[in-house]
């Protein structure tokens, strides 16, 4: 039971990609799903949920008007469009579903730390390097 996370590769800066996470053994359309990332020697931060109803909470200013998150219930995927990638962009990326149900926890909230989201898959690497 968890998410398998792929679509990850090197860009050069200011390139885009589109990365997917599926269900593997579960259905995860009842719960609000979030992108993460963990760049090398820094703490695992939140990049953006979706709700089960589609609603989006970006964690990262820097995501905002960048990033767009969307998800399909038939085939149990949620997916993250980044564009305009620029080397801070770099690190893996994992999601995961919230382990409270449909929506996703505020933005600057306790309750949208990682320790909060389960099922992680093994994450997918985003390198933006020129």
């Known amino acids: 039971v968890q998410l398998v996370e792929s679509g990850g590769g090197e860009v050069q800066p200011g390139g885009s990609l589109t990365l997917s996470c599926a269900a593997s053994?579960?259905?995860?359309?009842?719960?609000?799903v979030g992108w993460f990332r963990q760049a090398p020697g820094k703490e695992r931060e939140g990049v953006v949920c979706?709700?089960?109803?589609?609603?989006?909470?970006y964690y990262v200013d820097s995501a905002k008007g960048r990033f767009t998150i969307s998800r399909d219930h038939a085939k149990e995927t949620v997916y993250l469009q980044m564009y305009s990638l620029n080397p801070e962009d770099t690190a893996v990326y994992h999601c995961?579903?919230?382990?409270?149900?449909?929506?996703?926890?505020?933005?600057?909230?306790?309750?949208?730390?990682?320790?909060?989201?389960?099922?992680w898959g093994q994450g997918t690497q985003v390198t933006v390097s020129s």
């Open positions: 053994g579960f259905t995860m359309k009842w719960h609000g």
């Open positions: 995961a579903t919230n382990r409270y149900g449909g929506k996703c926890p505020a933005a600057n909230s306790d309750a949208s730390s990682p320790t909060n989201f389960a099922s």
């Open positions: 979706i709700s089960s109803d589609g609603d989006a909470t």
